[in-house]
């Protein structure tokens, strides 16, 4: 059974940082590259940033750059998404997804959420 699980989200103030993780299990991890994808109320899902399959490269949405790390551990079969400098634009609910050539997979999403 294909699962990708999403870890790490909570409650953030302006400026902190927070990891999320993606634990993936039942496909080959390591020949899908891992998307981070962010939706927030009314707004379409957008991209935040790709990681190739060996994590040699990478790629993030312009507003994020220079904060977003994507990294992953094949050996542990887990995708990371660490945030930095969080501001109230970053406060959405927070997907990983797996993709190689057709298949792709979707985790449920987790929630980022800022506190008042």
């Known amino acids: 059974q294909v699962q990708l699980v999403e870890s790490g989200g909570g409650l953030v103030q302006p400026g902190d940082s927070l990891r999320l993780s993606c634990a993936a299990s039942g496909f080959t991890f390591r020949d899908y590259a891992m998307h981070w994808y962010r939706q927030g109320p009314g707004k379409k899902r957008e991209l935040v940033g790709v990681i190739t399959t060996t994590g040699s490269s990478t790629i993030y949405l312009d507003p994020v750059k220079g904060r977003f790390t994507i990294s992953r551990d094949n050996a542990k079969n887990t995708a990371y998404l660490q945030m930095s400098s969080l501001d109230p634009e970053d406060t959405e609910v927070y997907y990983c997804?797996?993709?190689?050539?057709?298949?792709?997979?979707w985790g449920q999403g987790v929630q980022v959420t800022g506190s008042a």
């Open positions: 997804n797996a993709r190689h050539s057709d298949d792709e997979y």
